[in-house]
């Protein structure tokens, strides 16, 4: 397994890890409310979120073999650029598509701002691997790597992240992030968690 930076031609087959991985996720399922067309919405959301990282420049991994790709990891780094024109069009005409979706993101950035560091940092938005990779250790290596892009960069203090399942919380800690508080997504709780880097 490999983890490299992600290619336009990535988009399609990493969106559709991602999709699989976050069908019970409680976070997608707030934002994009349970039902029907769920699963649609999903894939959508990723596109658009993965096509402006990628045309930003921001970090967008993806852990691959031969055989294809098997999971994906995207964020900020410590700068958060306007997205690209076009893609902002797409956004807003998705967001008028699904009702609530303005007032449910602002539920969920108002807590993920309240928390999050003052010093400059890597953002990791997004990350999960195909469901049936689980197990095989892919999500520690893509969560090291986007670690790895944020230590590199001398303005970066660390990485911070959020994340409503409570089995992902263990697996934060188990790699060195710790609490900053936690807010509240209707019935589900969002974690937010930060990992420093030492002395440069």
């Known amino acids: 397994m490999k983890i490299t930076a992600a290619v336009p031609s990535d988009v399609e087959e990493a969106v559709r890890c991602l999709t699989a ?9 707030f934002l994009l409310q349970y ?4 699963r649609e919405r999903v894939t959508q959301f990723f596109s658009l979120l993965m096509r402006a990282r990628i045309d930003l420049n921001m970090p967008v991994l993806v852990a691959r073999t031969k055989a294809g790709i098997y999971g994906a ?16 069009e797409a956004w807003n005409r998705f967001e008028e598509r699904t009702p609530g ?25 997004v990350i999960g691997v ?15 790597a986007f670690c790895a892009l944020s230590a590199a960069d001398k ?16 697996f934060y800690e188990s790699a060195g992030f710790t609490e900053t508080g936690r807010g509240a997504l209707e019935n589900e709780t969002l974690w937010c968690m930060y990992l420093p880097h030492g002395p440069r």
């Open 21 to 29: 991985a976050f069908a019970e996720d409680p976070i997608t399922g």
């Open 35 to 38: 039902g029907p067309t769920y």
């Open 73 to 88: 990891a995207m964020g900020y780094s410590t700068e958060r650029p306007t997205w690209p024109a076009g893609l902002t």
């Open 101 to 125: 979706l303005t007032d449910r993101l602002a539920v969920y950035d108002d807590i993920a701002a309240k928390y999050e560091p003052s010093a400059p940092h890597y953002y990791l938005g």
């Open 130 to 144: 195909d469901p049936s990779m689980h197990g095989q250790g892919i999500g520690k290596q893509l969560l090291q």
């Open 155 to 170: 303005l970066s203090s660390g990485i911070y992240l959020d994340t409503a399942n409570p089995l992902n919380v263990s």
